[in-house]
Nanobody, 125 residues
């Protein structure tokens, strides 16, 4: 059974940092595309950052470029999202996701078939 479990969400002040983790099980992590998405209240879910676990180009939404970093540890089957210089507009439920479809590395949500349950990130001003 494919399973993704996020952790690390918290309440943080603007300008602070958080690191989200996503532990994966039930599939080979290193031959998948991994990604982070978020959904703020009243808004559609959006792609934050995606990458191929085997390496290659990485996608970042314009709103997080230079502040967020996606990474993966294939040995631990875990992906991370390091979030620095957080802003109130980063407040959302963050989801990790995995796909076996290469084009999903551009954060095309419809190609991701495995999702975590989400973790809340709240940034206070």
């Amino acid at each position: 059974e494919v399973q993704l479990v996020e952790s690390g969400g918290d309440l943080v002040q603007a300008g602070g940092s958080l690191r989200l983790s996503c532990a994966a099980s039930g599939f080979r992590f290193d031959d998948h595309v991994i990604g982070w998405f978020r959904q703020a209240p009243g808004k559609e879910r959006e792609g934050v950052s995606c990458m191929r676990s085997s390496g290659g180009s990485t996608y970042y939404a314009d709103s997080v470029k230079g502040r967020f970093t996606i990474s993966g540890d294939n040995a631990k089957n875990t992906m991370y999202l390091q979030m620095n210089s957080l802003k109130p507009e980063d407040t959302a439920v963050y989801y990790c996701a995995a796909s076996h479809i290469s084009i999903a590395a551009m954060c095309y949500e419809r190609f991701f078939g495995s999702w975590g349950q989400g973790t809340q990130v709240t940034v206070s001003s």
